[in-house]
């Protein structure tokens, strides 16, 4: 494979998403403004955000950064935190520092592209792919089959882009021991973790519970704030996380100072900014599921357990890719095919689509899309 290989879902959203009028496809609830930002997390912020001077901030974040995320685990200190130019920029920095040619990785299929593709650029890699008939499910078992001597890390993402599927606790903890027992890393993309609609299925974070986790987290879902473009990588494994610095010296270096000084605020002030993301969530959810429902020849939806993302399996006649097309061109509303989610190591079903349900404009969306189903 040659590297960097098309990233489709992000060409597909690049060449779309700001140019439709309903983008019915987005992987983030609706933002905020900073003046609402500031209203929520206090108004006493303001003036000391706007005397932030411009400097560069420190490598892996401010104190003040770092310190908040910390408190985001339970386990992880501030210095086993690094912040990073959004998830994207973790997600390349951390293979490039886990991976060499000759080690093997394990991934879980369908999936946010770079978290295959990066890998691939490194070493051979076994996709495991979720069972697309049984509500996204994962078999460990297969994790376990797919494991060679050479196996190096562990790949997964729950709550899962797009399925938002989740695993349950036994699960993750019989990976922690399939993994502890090899010494193999696993690298747990946790950008939808506080999107559970059941708080009771929400999982801990691999870095809190595994000295060999390296959990990935972002402001962009589950906080509702992808314009901050602040991720960040949590790890107790010191050494690693000195490797992970080299690698970010080549990349951004360091963040944005106001970035940072707003995502400090909003980790700070999360409770209503993470309630304000899951209320509209669970209502729209139930809006979107209740319109597919309406068309049950056309749509079947396995319920998403967390996140933004619905991903129905489209079985109308002209297949999920030719629905999409003419729904954007002929209604102007965005849904995504997963074709986009096509896979070089698993084959990846074709018929489903990609439904946003997090932003605003649901209803419109939905209006919109119903008058041109009603019409067919
Ligand atoms: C599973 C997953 N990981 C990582 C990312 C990257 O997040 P960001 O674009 O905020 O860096 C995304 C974005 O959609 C995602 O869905």
Redesign the pocket.
């Known amino acids: 494979m040659s590297f960097p290989e098309d990233f489709r879902?992000i060409s597909y959203l690049s060449r779309l998403e700001h140019a439709v009028r309903f983008p019915l496809s987005s992987?983030?609830p609706e933002s905020m403004s900073i003046d609402t930002l500031f209203e929520l997390a206090g108004k006493e912020h303001r003036a000391p955000f706007m005397q932030t001077m411009l400097d560069y901030p420190p490598l892996r974040g401010t104190p003040e950064l770092l310190e908040a995320i910390a408190a985001t685990y339970r386990q992880v200190t501030p210095r086993q935190v690094i912040s990073?130019?959004?998830?994207?920029?973790?997600?390349y920095a951390s293979f490039q520092m886990l991976l060499e040619p000759g080690d093997h990785a394990v991934v879980i299929t369908p999936?946010?592209q770079?978290?295959e593709s990066v890998p691939m650029s490194r070493c051979d890699v076994t996709g495991v792919a979720l069972d697309e008939n049984n509500d996204w499910a994962l078999d460990t078992a297969k994790v376990r089959a797919a494991l060679r001597a050479n196996t190096k890390v562990l790949v997964i993402?729950f709550p899962?882009?797009?399925t938002g599927a989740l695993i349950s606790r036994e699960q993750l903890n019989e990976l922690i021991e399939i993994c502890r027992e090899r010494g193999i890393w696993i690298f747990s993309?946790e950008?939808?973790r506080l999107t559970e609609f059941d708080p009771a299925d929400r999982l801990p974070q691999l870095a809190d519970v595994y000295e060999r986790g390296i959990s990935?987290n972002?402001?962009?879902?589950a906080y509702g704030l992808?314009g901050l473009?602040i991720?960040w990588v949590a790890c107790q494994d010191d050494v690693w996380m000195q490797k992970l610095e080299r690698m970010k010296q080549y990349l951004s270096i360091c963040n944005s100072m106001p970035g940072e000084f707003l995502t400090t605020l909003a980790l700070n002030a999360r409770a209503p900014i993470l309630e304000r993301v899951m209320e509209r969530s669970r209502s729209q959810l139930a809006a979107l599921t209740a319109f597919l429902a309406r068309y049950p020849d056309r749509f079947s939806l396995a319920v998403p357990k967390a996140g933004v993302?619905a991903f129905p399996r489209y079985t109308g006649p002209e297949g999920a890719e030719v629905f999409a097309t003419r729904l954007v061109e002929e209604a102007g509303v965005m849904v995504i095919p997963s074709v986009t989610y096509a896979s070089e190591l698993n084959p990846v079903s074709e018929d489903f689509l990609r439904i946003g349900f997090g932003r605003a404009n649901l209803d419109q969306a939905l209006a919109e899309m119903g008058k041109w189903l009603d019409k067919q």
């Open positions: 879902l992987s983030y990073f130019a959004g998830a994207d920029e973790a997600i999936n946010y770079s978290l993402n899962h882009n797009p993309d950008v939808y990935l972002v402001t962009s879902k992808p473009r991720g993302l």
